[in-house]
């Protein structure tokens, strides 16, 4: 049995042996002699080697584990140095490439050491073979990242090249994970894994040898993203801690009698805390952004994924948090700082707009003026730290006593938006101590910039609904005045009549329920003034007829002809009376101002297929067709020296609300008609509780929001 595994092995050695020897002879005589290539012809001659020993040791029966352990550690190394090689390859950032001369500096410390851990290693230490097998996994685990790491940031168009590469060397990463995994668990090597690691390694030569083909200069366009590099430096650097304490933890087993357990255990369980802690550890976050910046990376931030954070962070609209909060989180976070305070110019002082974990004071104008002058002059940053230590940089700048005394004051960033400076901003010391250069001026700038246009934006908006407000309620109290001055001319008119009249016992009941009802409009404007309540829209049944011959009789006048003509004709519309009765009332005055003291004005009412048109018509001076069509429904333009220039527009909107329009026939000299066409509702058996009262239609209540009455 043990003759025949160790033909086996050695048939299964030599052939990988062979396979390997071919490959790096085929790339000796045909590859680029570059970097990548030359690598890539030692780490097939090393595994050659390998191979080659192991064969050599199953056929002659000559135990030299140590020189074959040593050589598979090498050609770890050799294929890792590879595939950091194309790695760098990928990039033309002078740090990447710096940083992984020391990683291989590293790995080949790393090996030598292995090296010389497998020659040297005392016999019968019983210890050896565990950390053997931690110490190789390491190799593994690494192998595996720089593998998916190079995979996952070469470009769709040349993951071509590179898929049979990864896919074989990874083959052989991932056969020794699970070798070394067995061996670790089982406490002992599998004797048929190991046999058949000679034929394994042979399996992926052609992989690697077309993936070879294809990639003749090892050149391949690898963009390695900041939030890959820190993910796989965190899980790099959590292997490392989870493997040394593993390693402590196989010593501490050691420890006779039943203590090891116990103190196994215990340890095992507080280098879990401790990585918990250290992973979710804000400043250690912050340290490592801040390592990777300085040796990963040209330049320190990912531009793009900076601007998408910080759009993000300030347009997202959050009920507990205000514009100011969210600008002094967006810049906070690009240089890790844990708070900061926001100030805007109001009048003679610097109040605060927003703070976060930061408590600030409002600053007076002749304070801030120094700094405030600064800062609009030199459109730059103010680091607190430097101006205490050199204060003739800032010249003769004088920052506020009260900035100064703040614990953890850092920096002051203008916010500027077309070249005023409308505030600052201040942000707390970083969890990690960092060194600030030209590019976190730079972007600390142009997003204050960007914060400004925002704040700006925002104070822009508040000011326009302010006088929209403003506008509301001028638009507003000009219909109440226009309204009152409509009730004020009725009133006037029955003043005038009264000697005349008041003998007539009609006409003392008409002013009477004319009188009363004025109060009451009266009474009801003043209160939608004040509380800024919309009138209602509702509606009844209106006889059209009776209404419009109690409107003219209340505005006859010795020095006009003023009649009324509906006939008897019965017609009823769907209206408010109010309102219906004052767009009627408006065009019969404006009519009767219209003509001189010999002039007549008709109103009458007619039925045209299912709508009722009602005509106000006069002799008077007429308007020509330029001012019907541009001037006359215009609101707040009038003709006359104590219009409000409201009325026309009301008339028409309210026709129109009801379903039906106001239509104007005029030419100069020849007067004016006014007719207004309204459906007609088909219910004889409704009642107009209102005309039955008697009451006058004079003037409509005013509703705030839309123009109601004339």
Request: proline content about 3%; overall charge neutral; some cysteine.
């Amino acid at each position: 049995m043990v003759v025949e595994t160790a033909l086996i092995g050695t048939v299964s050695y030599t052939i990988g042996a062979a396979a390997f020897l071919i490959l790096a002879l085929l790339l000796l005589f045909n590859h680029e002699r570059r970097l990548q290539g030359n690598l890539l012809i030692l780490a097939c001659f090393v595994t050659s080697l390998w191979l080659a020993f192991a064969a050599y040791e199953n056929w002659a029966g000559i135990r030299i584990s140590g020189l074959i352990e040593a050589f598979e550690n090498f050609r770890s190394v050799c294929w890792l140095a590879f595939l950091w090689s194309v790695l760098q390859s990928g990039s033309a950032d002078t740090r990447q490439k710096s940083l992984g001369r020391y990683i291989v500096s590293f790995f080949i410390l790393f090996s030598i050491g292995l090296l010389g851990y497998e020659l040297f290693l005392p016999a019968g230490w019983a210890a050896g073979f565990t950390v053997r097998c931690l110490l190789r996994l390491i190799l593994v685990i690494s192998g595996l990242m720089l593998i998916e790491t190079l995979f996952r940031n070469t470009s769709e168009g040349e993951r071509w090249k590179i898929k049979f590469l990864c896919i074989g060397i990874g083959g052989l990463f991932a056969y020794d994970l699970f070798f070394y995994a067995d061996a670790l668990l089982f406490g002992e090597v599998n004797a048929g894994f190991q046999q058949a690691r000679g034929g394994v390694q042979a399996m992926v030569v052609p992989l690697i040898a077309i993936s070879s083909r294809r990639n003749e200069m090892w050149r391949t366009n690898i963009t390695v993203s900041r939030k890959i590099a820190f993910y796989s430096t965190t899980l790099t650097t959590s292997g490392l801690y989870i493997s040394i304490m593993a390693a402590v933890g196989f010593y501490l087993q050691q420890v006779e009698g039943a203590w090891g357990t116990i103190i196994q255990a215990t340890f095992f369980f507080g280098a879990i805390i401790v990585l918990a802690v250290l992973l979710i550890s804000g400043t250690v976050r912050a340290y490592v952004k801040v390592l990777i910046g300085k040796h990963f990376y040209t330049y320190r931030y990912d531009y793009r994924e900076e601007w998408l954070r910080f759009t993000r962070t300030v347009s997202e609209s959050q009920e507990t948090e205000e514009l100011g909060v969210r600008v002094i989180q967006a810049i906070a976070d690009i240089v890790e700082s844990p708070g900061g305070a926001l100030w805007l110019r109001q009048d003679d002082r610097y109040a605060v707009y927003g703070t976060w974990n930061m408590a600030v004071p409002s600053l007076r104008a002749d304070e801030a003026a120094s700094m405030v002058q600064f800062l609009e002059e030199r459109q730059w940053l103010i680091d607190i730290l430097e101006l205490q230590k050199f204060p003739e940089k800032y010249g003769d700048m004088v920052p506020p006593e009260a900035l100064l005394q703040l614990k953890n004051a850092w920096i002051i960033v203008p916010l500027t938006h077309h070249a005023t400076l409308i505030g600052f901003l201040m942000l707390a010391r970083p969890r990690a101590v960092r060194t600030l250069g030209w590019e976190d001026y730079d972007l600390l700038k142009t997003t204050g910039r960007q914060a400004a246009s925002y704040l700006a934006e925002q104070k822009n908006a508040v000011a326009l609904a302010e006088s929209r407000e403003f506008a509301k309620f001028n638009r507003r109290f000009a219909f109440v005045i226009h309204d009152i001055k409509n009730l004020v001319s009725q009133l006037e008119l029955m003043s005038k009549n009264l000697d005349k009249h008041g003998h007539n016992e009609q006409f003392r009941e008409d002013m009477t329920d004319t009188l009363n009802d004025a109060v009451s409009k009266m009474r009801r404007l003043m209160d939608r003034l004040g509380n800024d309540q919309p009138a209602g829209n509702a509606r009844g049944i209106v006889k059209i007829g009776p209404l419009l011959e109690k409107l003219t009789r209340i505005k006859q006048n010795d020095s006009i002809d003023l009649s009324v003509d509906w006939s008897g004709i019965d017609v009823s519309v769907a209206a408010d009376r109010d309102r219906l009765g004052a767009i009627i009332n408006h065009l019969l005055q404006n009519a009767i101002d219209a003509v001189d003291s010999n002039g007549w004005v008709r109103a009458s009412l007619n039925k045209k297929d299912n709508a009722a048109v009602i005509e106000v018509a006069d002799n008077g001076h007429g308007m020509d067709r330029d001012f019907v069509m541009n001037e006359l429904f215009t609101p707040f333009r009038s003709t006359k020296s104590s219009g409000m220039g409201i009325g026309a527009y009301q008339c028409r909107e309210y026709a129109r609300e009801l379903g039906g329009d106001l239509e104007v026939i005029s030419n100069p000299g020849s007067g004016t008609t006014m007719r207004i066409t309204l459906p007609i509702v088909d219910d004889p058996a409704a009642q107009d509780s209102s005309a039955a009262s008697g009451r006058m239609g004079t003037s409509p209540p005013v509703d705030p929001v839309a123009p109601t009455s004339a």
